[in-house]
């Protein structure tokens, strides 16, 4: 029996991001996105993912999507039957980065929302691969789709965000932490940190990738999240 999985995205990203292994595993199991727009507190977000998913299923997340699914995790543990992080940060957010959000959400609010994630926030997502304008194209569709208050409400979540590397020591399930080699947002050593956390977890790292390894490198990405399921699937 295949265990449902939900998926998480990363901050303005919708189900679309998840296109490829959502083509590859809704094939075979039950596939559930959710987007992280409605709440303006990791501990929120996760209080309503625990409301609408399965009584039990794996976990996955990216970037914010792996930052909410931490706290889904420290909040209902016995629900979670395997965690996959990926290009995400299990720390409290630095204080320099709180100080850049403010401004990034005046601009948001004051119409200019493409312009945020044009100049400050796409230029640090992805590789130099064959692929990147096309997928900076896909984040802007979006980022725009999701609007300005998501912006802002996903600003102050992660603005807020607890430490959860406690948690993370906690969990002894079948745990894969995954990046891109070349994510500038978060980088190798915060993967390497979170999987000597847990004590299951298998490391990673996808060449030719950045912050969006689902897009950039998709069939490295789905095989090691296949072997993740089939690990939890067996279990």
């Keep these: 029996m295949t265990t449902p999985l939900v998926l998480l995205p990363g901050m303005m990203c919708d189900a679309r991001l998840f296109s490829p292994q959502i083509d590859v595993f809704g094939a075979s199991r039950a596939v559930e996105v959710y987007d992280l727009a409605?709440?303006?507190?990791?501990?929120?977000?996760?209080?309503?993912?625990?409301?609408?998913?399965?009584?039990?299923?794996?976990?996955?997340?990216?970037?914010?999507?792996?930052?909410?699914?931490?706290?889904?995790?420290?909040?209902?543990?016995?629900?979670?039957?395997?965690?996959?992080?990926?290009?995400?940060?299990?720390?409290?957010?630095?204080?320099?980065?709180?100080?850049?959000?403010?401004?990034?959400?005046?601009?948001?609010?004051?119409?200019?929302?493409?312009?945020?994630?044009?100049?400050?926030?796409?230029?640090?997502?992805?590789?130099?691969g064959p692929r990147r304008g096309e997928i900076l194209d896909l984040c802007m569709d979006m980022a725009l789709a999701l609007g300005p208050e998501v912006f802002c409400r996903q600003s102050v979540a992660l603005m807020n965000r607890p430490d959860q590397t406690e948690t993370l020591h906690r969990y002894a399930g079948p745990a894969l932490v995954l990046c891109g080699k070349q994510d500038l947002l978060c980088p190798v050593e915060r993967h390497e940190l979170m999987a000597g956390l847990m004590p299951q977890a298998q490391l990673c790292i996808i060449e030719g990738a950045g912050h969006l390894p689902v897009l950039e490198q998709p069939d490295e990405t789905t095989a090691a999240l296949r072997r993740w399921l089939e690990e939890i699937d067996n279990g």
């Design 38 to 128: 409605s709440a303006d507190s990791v501990e929120a977000l996760a209080d309503e993912i625990l409301f609408a998913a399965p009584p039990r299923f794996a976990l996955g997340g990216l970037s914010m999507g792996g930052i909410v699914a931490m706290e889904v995790l420290r909040q209902a543990p016995e629900r979670v039957a395997g965690l996959a992080l990926m290009d995400t940060n299990p720390l409290a957010e630095k204080d320099d980065v709180k100080t850049r959000r403010a401004p990034q959400m005046d601009k948001a609010r004051n119409g200019q929302l493409d312009s945020v994630m044009r100049d400050e926030m796409k230029p640090n997502y992805l590789s130099d």
